[in-house]
């Protein structure tokens, strides 16, 4: 079965550095999201995108946040300037239709680390 | 803003009986979504709810829709150690954007 692959598993970086997360959404899917989970806590919108541009974001994606798609299989999700509460579970997902209408396939996560 | 909430935050069943998670929003929702997520694992879809006052069946799992598409309830029954998990809700106002709810932590005993 086709999954949602996403490196690295765990990233440790100093705060202030940029960060960059990765994912590979499942092939045919159109539909491509983050979400992070700071541990134990709920699972927390950050963006979603679709057709080459941002379709929707949260509160939490201000300037310090920035997806791209720079080809054909993978979907980025860059941290600027990192500080310590960055530090949770990032969450790629992807879905074959937009709106709530197809099912989110959820990647195994990049836990980030900041020191 | 738009807030979710699930109740109760954590459910220590014995296994074989029951048990329900309560989701509510502040807001109408277009649909709903149902993920169980295993300890130190992602997101694993379950269910999707659509139409006001829809019931859905999946073996022992029932999904539930309000009249009003402001609330939802996940329902097991004569639950099993492999339904441990927390189990969460993920409502669509409108758009691409799912607010997920705070999650029902389930532990069964066996």
């Known amino acids: 079965e086709p999954e949602v692959t996403q490196t690295p598993s765990h990233q440790v970086t100093q705060m202030g550095q940029e960060v960059i997360l990765r994912c590979v959404p499942i092939s045919n899917h159109l539909y491509f999201y983050w979400y992070r989970q700071i541990l134990g806590q709920k699972v927390e919108f950050l963006v979603s995108?679709?057709?080459?541009?941002?379709?929707?974001k949260s509160e939490i994606f201000d300037d310090q946040f920035s997806v791209e798609r720079p080809d054909g299989s993978n979907f980025t999700l860059k941290i600027r300037s990192t500080k310590l509460e960055d530090s949770a579970m990032y969450f790629c997902?992807?879905?074959?239709?937009?709106?709530?209408?197809?099912?989110?396939?959820f990647g195994d996560g990049t836990r980030l680390s900041i020191l | 803003g738009q807030q979710v909430m699930q109740i109760p935050q954590y459910q220590h069943v014995q296994e074989g009986e029951d048990f329900t998670t309560y989701c509510n929003s502040s807001t109408t929702l277009s649909n709903i979504q149902w993920y169980k997520q295993r300890p130190g694992g992602h997101p694993v879809f379950l269910i999707q709810?659509?139409?006001?006052?829809e019931v859905k069946k999946q073996k022992r799992l029932t999904f539930q829709f309000g009249e009003a598409k402001k609330n939802s309830s996940l329902h097991i029954t004569a639950t099993q150690t492999t339904d441990v998990g927390t189990y969460f809700c993920a409502g669509n106002p409108a758009g691409n954007q799912f607010y997920f709810g705070t999650g029902t932590s389930l532990t069964v005993i066996p």
């Open positions: 995108f679709y057709n080459n541009e941002i379709s929707e």
């Open positions: 709810l659509v139409k006001s006052g």
């Open positions: 997902a992807s879905s074959a239709g937009g709106a709530g209408n197809q099912p989110q396939h």
